[in-house]
Every structure is written in structure tokens, then in C-alpha cells.
């Protein structure tokens, strides 16, 4: 990652990023921990997707938000303009499930995964435009959240672990080894994860700038 301040004023990324990215892949290691000595299904789901179990690193991106939004402000970088940037991020964060309803009726499960993937970097790359000195940082902290899961799930697919990281979505046709973690292990995370990080995590942002400039 780039150790130089850009001339937007962010400090460099690594130091912002270190750490919320060792406490999650903290997370996504106890995740995997917990599903493969069977812990707790609640808090350990080893269904297909996760089955929004309680320990995993999604909850994480709205704290890492606010974090980040803190951070910035705090090292003198520019204050978003608020209502815009809010205005741009409930926009992206639209973009998927409006043309998701199209997606699902016009592809299969394999091109729903592409299709999903390319609407996803169009609104990764609109929510980065709300404040972009904090999309630069939801970016880094969303491939260094979400490239370990890839990993892990090779590790898994072809190791056959009893763990969610394994799994496809059941109706997910049969494809080799290397494809089934390519659709839905490495794209989905560089893609899909990576936006809702950079929009769910700009929206809490953006709400914590709103509330520290009302009490400035």
C-alpha cells in the first residue's frame, strides 16, 4: 500500500488500515475455527452463505466506518458534504437490488454471480465518490478484509472442510474445483463484499461526519 499522503491530505493507508484489518481477519479465523469444531450454529452457521451467524466480519464494516470517518477528520482531512455524499450512497446502495430484479429474471445462477459482480464495481465506484478521501480507505480495508476469505476458501473448497466457506448456494450448478471458487468464492469477495463494504461502511461514515459537525 502506498505510505505517502495523497494530495487530498489522507494519511497514508497502511497506518489507518492495519489494524481494523488484523482484528478481522481475527474474526474471520475464530469464524472458521468455530465451524470446524462444530461451536455454536447461531454464532457459527456452517449453512450455505454463513446463515447470518453472530461472529463474522460483515457486522464489522459499519464500526471500521465510523473508525475511519473519525480518523480522517481527526487528521485534518476536508469534511465531506453530507447530504450529497448521503444522497450518493443510498444511490449505490440501490443500484444492486434495482437491477438485481432484472439479473435474477434474466440469467442463470452462474451469470447471476457475473452479472452481480459488474453492477457491483459500478456501485463500488459510485459510493467511493460520496467522500472519496474515505473510499480510498474503505478500498484498501475491503481487499484486506475480504482477499484472506478467498484464500480461506480455497483452502476450504478443495480441502473439502465442513464449513460455509466450502459452499455454493444449492441451486449453484456442478462446475470443476477451480471454477466453483472462482464464481463463488474469489469473484463474489473482490466484487460484491468490496461494495457493500465501500457502501455500508461510507454510510456510517458519513452519518458520524454529520453528527461531530453538529456538535463542532
Known sequence: MPSSTPDDGTPPLWPLVAVPAAITLAVTLLRLTGELFRWSPALFSREAGGGGALVGIAWLVPVFGIWFALKLLHAGVPRPRVLRGLGITFGAFAL???LGFAIFQLFG???QVVAL????LLSAALGYLAWPALGRVLL??????RLPVAAIM????FGG???HYA???PDFPAVGPFALWFLTGFLPQTTIWIA?????GMLFALLAAAVTYRRS
Do not use: E
Not at 196 to 200: F, G, L, M, R, S
Open 140 to 145: 484498501a480495508y475491503g481487499y484486506a478484509a
Open 154 to 157: 480455497a483452502l476450504a473448497m
Open 109 to 111: 445462477p452462474i451469470g
Open 96 to 98: 444492486i437490488p434495482a
Open 161 to 163: 472442510w465442513d464449513s
Open 117 to 120: 459482480s459488474l453492477v457491483s
Open 196 to 200: 457493500y463494504t465501500v457502501v455500508v
Open 167 to 169: 459452499l455454493a448456494r
